[in-house]
């Protein structure tokens, strides 16, 4: 199955969300949460997560994250994950009871496409796909979409063959990073990979014309013209997290991080990376 394959059947039965000029979306990926040991590489960022998190609830932002967000090849329990970061479950318990949550699942947590969180959740659906589209909106004639899925879809060991890329990971890049060694399958550490995934999903948004947001990679992407693919970064890079805002029909790329002031006391700081950009239809 190509990568166009992929992604078409991945949009195939996608829930549709309204994308009005008073809609607030923010859109994360790639968190990785783990168990609290020397592997979670989303612990040294947790701080930052949740800051930002507490400012998308409070300011009535809609939260979808685009996959990837627990490390369930690394670790085997989603419980322990919970358990560990059981902060920011407890806020996502927040935006779920106003129905403002939504998970798309990616390829290291492609399980949950199989199970439910059912103990915090117990009707949330896991997605791997979500369009948000102007079309349900009445009277509308701008008829944009913006097509939001994890992105392994562009990697043949990342999505049909994942069984075997897990146990590559759980078994021995896992151990050998510990050691300091990066694994060479991975599209957020392998350059080659990840410019190859990058390239094929900008190609399958530029032939079907349409707007194409993931992860993944972990490089955010938001031009400042108008574009066929976006991407919303990653919140384990070394110091900042990185998403994507959606607000009054155009896209804002943030960064969140770490600053001091000249008291020298510590302040989790917003900073816009680029936009905002118009949405504009692509047909």
Same mark, same amino acid.
């Given at each position: 199955?190509? +990568?166009?394959?992929?992604?078409?059947?991945?949009? =195939?039965? /996608?829930? =549709?969300?309204?994308?009005?000029? #008073?809609?607030?979306?923010?859109?994360?990926?790639?968190?990785?949460?783990?168990?609290?040991?020397?592997?979670?590489? %989303?612990?040294?960022?947790?701080?930052?997560? @949740?800051?930002? =998190? !507490?400012?998308?609830?409070?300011?009535? %932002?809609?939260?979808?994250?685009? *996959?990837? *967000?627990?490390?369930?090849?690394?670790?085997?329990?989603?419980?322990?994950?919970?358990?560990?970061?059981?902060?920011? @479950?407890?806020? @996502?318990?927040?935006?779920?009871?106003?129905?403002?949550?939504?998970?798309?699942?990616?390829?290291?947590?492609?399980?949950?496409?199989?199970?439910?969180?059912?103990?915090? #959740?117990?009707?949330?659906? @896991?997605?791997?796909?979500?369009?948000?589209?102007?079309?349900?909106?009445?009277?509308?004639?701008?008829?944009?979409?913006?097509?939001?899925?994890? *992105?392994?879809? /562009?990697?043949?060991?990342?999505?049909?063959?994942?069984?075997?890329?897990? #146990?590559?990971?759980?078994?021995?890049?896992?151990?050998?990073?510990?050691?300091?060694?990066?694994? $060479?399958?991975?599209?957020?550490?392998?350059?080659?990979?990840?410019?190859?995934?990058?390239?094929?999903?900008?190609?399958? /948004?530029? !032939? +079907?014309?349409?707007?194409?947001?993931?992860?993944? +990679?972990?490089? $955010?992407?938001?031009?400042?013209?108008? /574009?066929?693919?976006?991407?919303? *970064?990653?919140?384990?890079?070394?110091?900042?997290?990185?998403?994507?805002?959606? !607000?009054?029909?155009?896209?804002? =790329?943030?960064?969140?991080?770490?600053?001091?002031?000249?008291?020298?006391?510590?302040?989790?700081?917003?900073?816009?990376?680029?936009? $905002?950009?118009?949405?504009?239809?692509?047909?």
């Amino acid at each position: 199955m190509s +990568t166009s394959s992929r992604l078409n059947r991945a949009f =195939l039965n /996608a829930p =549709l969300l309204p994308l009005s000029p #008073f809609s607030r979306y923010v859109l994360m990926s790639d968190c990785h949460r783990g168990i609290g040991n020397s592997s979670d590489n %989303f612990l040294k960022n947790q701080h930052l997560y @949740f800051a930002a =998190l !507490e400012h998308y609830y409070r300011q009535g %932002f809609t939260y979808i994250e685009l *996959g990837d *967000g627990d490390e369930l090849w690394e670790n085997r329990c989603m419980k322990n994950i919970m358990d560990i970061h059981s902060n920011v @479950f407890w806020l @996502f318990q927040q935006f779920y009871q106003q129905n403002r949550l939504y998970l798309l699942y990616g390829n290291h947590d492609i399980v949950k496409k199989r199970r439910k969180v059912q103990a915090l #959740f117990p009707a949330l659906s @896991f997605y791997e796909g979500i369009i948000l589209t102007t079309d349900l909106l009445p009277g509308n004639h701008s008829h944009i979409s913006l097509y939001l899925t994890h *992105g392994h879809q /562009a990697s043949l060991l990342n999505s049909t063959l994942w069984p075997l890329s897990r #146990f590559l990971v759980r078994y021995i890049w896992r151990p050998l990073e510990n050691m300091g060694v990066l694994d $060479p399958t991975s599209a957020a550490k392998n350059y080659h990979i990840k410019n190859t995934c990058e390239i094929r999903l900008n190609n399958w /948004a530029k !032939e +079907t014309h349409r707007i194409l947001i993931t992860g993944h +990679t972990h490089r $955010p992407i938001l031009p400042l013209e108008p /574009a066929s693919y976006y991407n919303t *970064g990653s919140c384990v890079h070394p110091r900042c997290i990185t998403c994507i805002e959606i !607000e009054r029909q155009s896209m804002t =790329l943030v960064k969140w991080s770490m600053n001091a002031r000249t008291d020298s006391t510590l302040y989790v700081s917003r900073d816009i990376i680029s936009g $905002p950009v118009p949405l504009v239809n692509h047909k």
